[in-house]
């Protein structure tokens, strides 16, 4: 299905192995059992990191030698919030550059804007934001562990990492519960493993393994947090389910945890997401269905490349306020239609209905959405 295809696109140049926010409990000394959980789970990646060569898959006698990439995507979205227009252009370059054969270099910009009509002039207007979303650097040190450092998206939930993008999303609005977990702009600074493996012939394991340090530069501020992510993938069913925790080491040293599941039933073009998280400034919970009209048998080849989307969320405020969650408890419902053009271009028209306790109103979404891919020099293999 072309949104599967379209994250898998997106992760695999990364040179991943595997693969994005409500009330905590009060913070209390960290018990023992997570004292032991963590130092287990260190010497287990510790033994995978130094038991496997890093080039075990690689052909025999056949050294592919990688060339940096410079991919992203650029959308044109229109809005109405509650009957005001919003104009948002935005662009996000991603370049990936191969050290050898073993590290990679990335980093994603945005450039975006929020245009608006001022009061008592008719044209839009609004300043662009420039934002360094992630710098990283990656260590390939065998085909079950990456190790990075530098500032990368933190691993909180799935819609942070593998949904974000304009391209990829089939819902232009972010979940109401997006900012739980992910940190004051959305990355972390500091050190990451992640990786995946075959825990059994009937299903793999993907985890992530994060610590952030404390920053106030801002736009690149991150809170200093430690948690991981652990997700469970079972191929014969399409079906991976997770969760993911965290612990803050600052402030109220709060706890935050969610869950999530991703399932394509084999014989649908159907892709049903859902997320759940909890913290100390909120809780909260999405829904989502998307489902591809290839099948509909009267006039296929119009309807192909059309997808419907339903969407169904609630927010319900924590005891402590985030300027990034709405301050009061949320409903919202959504659905829309896509439409693909080719690989990359999309096209897409949304109508939402929120209720909360502040009144309620209506939002519409249009958008038209590119993702590019340009090598930056010729692959060869030696």
């Avoid at 085909?143 to 909180?156: K, S």
């Avoid at 069913?237 to 935050?256: K, P, T, V």
């Avoid at 405020?317 to 009061?328: F, R, Y």
């Avoid at 909360?356 to 930056?376: A, C, Q």
């Amino acid at each position: 299905m072309p949104d599967v295809q379209a994250a898998t696109a997106n992760l695999i140049p990364r040179l991943r192995i595997c693969h994005g926010r409500g009330g905590s409990l009060p913070h209390r000394s960290t018990p023992p059992f997570l004292l032991c959980g963590s130092a287990v789970l260190l010497a287990v990646l510790l033994s995978i990191l130094f038991a496997f060569p890093a080039g075990a898959q690689a052909p025999p006698n056949e050294e592919v030698k990688p060339v940096p990439l410079l991919t992203g995507s650029t959308g044109f979205i229109t809005t109405f919030d509650g009957g005001e227009p919003h104009l948002h252009p935005i662009v996000t370059p991603l370049v990936l550059v191969p050290i050898g054969g073993r590290w990679i270099f990335e980093t994603r910009a945005t450039f975006e804007t929020d245009m608006v009509q001022l009061p008592g002039r008719s044209a839009f207007h609004g300043t662009v934001a420039k934002e360094f979303e992630y710098v990283q650097l990656d260590f390939i040190a065998n085909p079950y562990i990456t190790v990075t450092v530098g500032r990368f998206l933190t691993p909180f939930g799935i819609f942070n990492e593998r949904l974000y993008p304009v391209w990829i999303r089939n819902l232009q609005s972010d979940p109401l519960i997006l900012p739980i977990g992910i940190g004051p702009s959305n990355a972390s600074t500091g050190v990451m493993l992640r990786g995946g493996f075959r825990a059994d012939p009937k299903f793999n394991i993907n985890y992530a393994v994060y610590f952030s340090v404390l920053s106030t530069a801002s736009p690149v501020n991150s809170d200093r947090f430690a948690g991981g992510r652990l997700g469970i993938f079972v191929p014969a069913a399409r079906l991976e389910i997770g969760g993911s925790f965290q612990h803050g080491l600052q402030d109220e040293r709060s706890n935050a945890f969610g869950f999530h599941a991703l399932w394509q039933p084999p014989i649908l073009p159907l892709d049903i997401r859902s997320e759940y998280a909890r913290s100390i400034v909120g809780r909260g919970y999405w829904v989502e269905a998307a489902y591809r009209l290839s099948q509909v048998p009267f006039l296929q080849n119009e309807l192909r490349r059309a997808q419907v989307v339903a969407r169904m969320q609630q927010f319900f405020a924590g005891e402590n306020a985030s300027d990034a969650l709405l301050p009061m408890n949320t409903k919202q419902f959504e659905f829309g239609l896509n439409y693909y053009f080719i690989d990359g271009l999309k096209a897409s028209s949304s109508y939402g209905r929120q209720f909360s306790t502040d009144g309620n109103k209506n939002v519409w979404t249009m958008s038209l959405t590119y993702r590019f891919v340009v090598p930056l020099g010729h692959a060869r293999s030696e």
